[in-house]
């Protein structure tokens, strides 16, 4: 089977031990079926002789194998790199290590790339390219498959999101257009998460709840696309009898994997809501006791709820026996004192932020009432009559009214802040005086009488009543005034005035004891108009007392 290099001692070992021939066949061969005829003499492997690494026993096992790939693995490197594969070195040195080999025969006639031989034990390596084996028998070898997959083109899906918001018609719009079919979209916001854009849709438009509360985080998720590479492999063969590499070839097949999924983040941040504003304002202008206040609050504040601010909108009205609380824009409240009212109201936006606008109100009083010590003033001049008797005595009569002093009492009702109806009483203790002259003769005498005047009318006042209030009043008056009794020297004379209506006027002052307060100092001057006749015996005088009254008192207001 050809020659057998070697020693004698190794004459058994080498009659298994491939030798390299490049000769052309001897002609015992001519009589075998003919292989590799297609292959150039050069090329055809006859016997197989020396081994290229220098092993002096066969590779019998995965082991041996191993441990040549660790003692000739540099020069094993230099071969694969030499001949363009020098990508899959390593991965081969892998294969082997691990144990990834694989076991088959050497068959005659089969063809190769390569195979390494060394023409002596200690020159270097070389190659036949392309190589057939030719030989008379089949050899067990080694099978080591290297595989390289390449990368597929475009193995990562696409995830493509934009998103919008439109704070005027709080609205969302997100869309996925250009990402991978199968792409969706999900929505994360204070209430959770949705799917708002599904497998096979590109886009959404919704509402924008919560706008000014929380950030809404979109995510859109494409998953992995089917994609093909090519995976290249590479076999090697190496026959256990001599440890020759032998590259058999590379093939190549598609296979089709997962790519890679993709996801892709948006955020649409919480807008800032509008700054709280509030306006708030209390009707009528004028307010009395016991009538209905209207307010009214205007501005922006949370309306739509949407964070859950608690009462965003807040009215208090806080005074004398009130203390109410209101949460819609407008309401009524009935006054039920006189006195200073402060209307609060309070607004609050979706974050909470506050803004507050105050108004006071003075609530008038719908009665004023007025008790009063009284100085009367009546014209003190005489008056005189005079007429002569049957004996021709000439009789004379003198009569005055002089000062007193008495007690009123006014209630006043308000009608507004410049009008009011006044009714009155005033009783007084005046003193008057009486002469009685007969020829040259002269008496006179004393006595105090009674007066009483009611009076109804009008006042206009001036001034702001919650700190002065000076009002002017006329009135119509009746007048009465008791019968004047006299003693003078042989008889005992009485003088009435008659009663009277007239006209009058009022001067009032009032300072209340603090802003708005009940309870107040008053002062005034009223002048009544009463010219009665002095009934007598005989022709009756007519007397103008026209009283004028000043007074000094309290006044209190409800």
């Not at 693995?73 to 080999?101: C, K």
């Not at 601010?309 to 109410?324: E, F, N, R, Y």
């Not at 006044?422 to 002259?437: F, L, V």
Request: charged share 25%; proline share 7%.
């Amino acid at each position: 089977m050809g020659s057998v290099r070697g020693k004698g001692r190794f004459g058994a070992f080498l009659a298994c031990v491939c030798v390299l021939a490049l000769a052309t066949a001897v002609a015992g061969f001519a009589a075998d079926a003919p292989v590799c005829a297609e292959y150039k003499p050069k090329n055809q492997i006859h016997n197989l002789g020396q081994r290229p690494f220098a092993l002096k026993v066969p590779v019998q096992d995965v082991a041996g194998l191993q441990a040549l790939f660790v003692a000739q693995g540099d020069e094993i490197r230099g071969i694969l790199e030499a001949n363009g594969l020098g990508e899959i070195a390593g991965a081969l040195a892998e294969a082997v290590a691990a144990g990834q080999v694989e076991e088959r025969t050497l068959e005659r006639g089969e063809a190769l790339n390569w195979m390494v031989y060394r023409p002596n034990r200690r020159g270097p390596a070389k190659l036949i390219t392309p190589a057939c084996y030719a030989g008379k028998r089949a050899y067990p070898a080694f099978v080591v498959a290297v595989e390289v997959k390449e990368a597929p083109e475009n193995p990562d899906a696409v995830c493509a999101l934009e998103v919008t918001g439109d704070p005027e018609a709080k609205t969302v719009r997100a869309s996925s257009a250009g990402s991978s079919a199968g792409a969706t979209v999900t929505m994360k916001g204070p209430d959770g998460e949705q799917v708002v854009v599904p497998a096979g849709a590109s886009e959404w438009q919704g509402p924008w709840v919560k706008r000014y509360c929380a950030d809404y985080e979109f995510v859109v998720a494409a998953p992995a696309p089917r994609v093909e590479r090519r995976v290249r492999r590479y076999d090697f063969v190496i026959p256990k009898a001599c440890g020759n590499l032998a590259f058999a070839g590379e093939s190549h097949r598609m296979e089709t994997i997962e790519g890679n999924p993709c996801t892709a983040t948006a955020q649409l941040a919480r807008i800032e809501p509008p700054a709280p504003a509030i306006d708030v304002t209390v009707g009528p202008d004028y307010i009395r006791r016991g009538d209905t206040a209207r307010y009214e609050a205007k501005g922006y504040w949370d309306r739509e709820g949407e964070c859950g601010i608690v009462d965003p909108l807040v009215v208090t009205a806080k005074g004398p026996k009130l203390d109410a609380r209101f949460t819609e824009e407008t309401g009524e409240v009935v006054m039920p004192r006189m006195g200073i009212y402060d209307f609060e109201g309070t607004a609050k936006n979706a974050v909470g932020a506050a803004a507050t606008d105050s108004v006071q109100v003075r609530v008038h009083p719908l009665w004023t009432v007025r008790g009063f010590l009284s100085h009367w003033d009546p014209e003190s001049d005489w008056h005189f009559a005079q007429q002569r008797r049957a004996n021709g005595a000439s009789e004379r009569e003198h009569f005055r009214f002089e000062n007193g002093w008495g007690l009123g009492l006014a209630t006043e009702y308000h009608i507004n802040e410049l009008f009011g109806f006044e009714g009155a009483i005033n009783w007084g203790k005046i003193d008057t005086g009486y002469r009685y002259g007969l020829d040259n003769q002269l008496a006179s005498s004393d006595d105090t009488i009674t007066a009483l005047t009611l009076s109804v009318g009008p006042n206009f006042h001036f001034f702001r009543r919650d700190r002065l209030n000076l009002y002017f009043g006329p009135f119509l008056a009746w007048t009465t005034m008791d019968e004047s009794e006299f003693t003078v020297p042989g008889s005992t004379p009485s003088r009435r005035p008659t009663d009277e209506f007239g006209l009058g006027a009022q001067l009032g002052l009032e300072i209340p004891f603090g802003v708005m307060h009940p309870w107040g100092f008053h002062a005034g001057l009223r002048y009544i108009h009463y010219e009665p006749d002095l009934l007598r015996t005989f022709e009756p005088i007519e007397v103008d007392p026209n009283p004028l009254l000043a007074t000094f008192g309290l006044r209190y207001s409800f």
